[in-house]
């Protein structure tokens, strides 16, 4: 029963689905981080979806774009998205240790928070331009949407919280070690599966997630002192930037070239 509650909490915590409600007590929620990339599934289920309506209508490749922009923010609730804006805030300032800390609980909004959302979002929907119509489109950036979450929940649970207080202190206090388990068994399968799709494109969206989870934990440690729910977020956006532009430089290679 704790499993399914879990469950429940993890996309009532990390999407805007309607869910029943359930207790948030240590033992329900041992198992949370490490179905969070359910939630990157039920997107990347989303993402195919939207495929069959473009192809469906006769959409072109700008409203397909946009579609694969909105979607994840949108299921997402723009979680994550909020905590790569106020990560983005706060070493933006150049302040110490104390004072990032600061401007991540700070619930205003900063310009440079404003001004990184523009960026991502421009570079997002322009890169999403360049994808091909296709299932293996879809497919590929339903497992990144499963791997960045995976990899989120892990970092989230294996390193120190930079507080012990707020959301990202109690995710990881309840985090069990078969979660942790989980999360590697999930991690593993997802880079399987799109290696076995593209071995060349899958290998550095591999590559792209080790450095981002890399420069992640190390601005974690480095500039605040531990990890938080708002690093985990901006962890999952620069990665799944990341990969995006990996697979359009790697697929528009291979059209040149071979």
């Given amino acids: ?144 949407h499963v791997i960045s979450r995976a990899l989120a929940g892990l970092v989230c649970a294996i390193m120190t919280p930079k507080e012990r207080q707020g959301l990202g202190s109690t995710f990881h206090d309840a985090a069990s070690g078969a979660s942790k388990l989980i999360l590697w068994f999930i991690i593993g399968i997802a880079a399987a599966a799109i290696v076995l799709l593209d071995g060349l494109t899958g290998a550095f969206v591999l590559i792209s997630a080790a450095i981002a989870v890399t420069y992640t934990v190390h601005i974690a440690r480095k500039e605040f002192g531990g990890i938080s729910g708002d690093l985990a977020g901006f962890l999952i956006q620069l990665l799944e930037i990341a990969a995006v532009t990996i697979i359009c430089i790697t697929w528009k290679v291979r059209a040149i070239w071979f």
């Fill in 1 to 144: 029963m704790s499993v399914i509650k879990s469950i429940v909490i993890a996309f009532s915590m990390f999407s805007i689905m309607p869910m029943p409600r359930v207790e948030w007590d240590k033992q329900n929620m041992k198992f949370a981080l490490a179905f969070m990339p359910l939630v990157g599934a039920v997107i990347g289920a989303v993402l195919y979806g939207w495929l069959l309506i473009n192809k469906l209508l006769g959409f072109g490749s700008i409203l397909f774009a946009a579609g694969i922009t909105a979607i994840p923010i949108a299921i997402s609730g723009a979680i994550h998205m909020d905590g790569f804006c106020d990560t983005i805030d706060a070493l933006s300032s150049h302040a110490d240790t104390e004072k990032k800390r600061a401007i991540l609980k700070d619930p205003h909004t900063g310009a440079f928070a404003v001004i990184g959302a523009c960026v991502y979002f421009l570079l997002y929907f322009t890169l999403a331009t360049e994808l091909p119509m296709t299932f293996e489109t879809v497919y590929t950036l339903g497992i990144i």
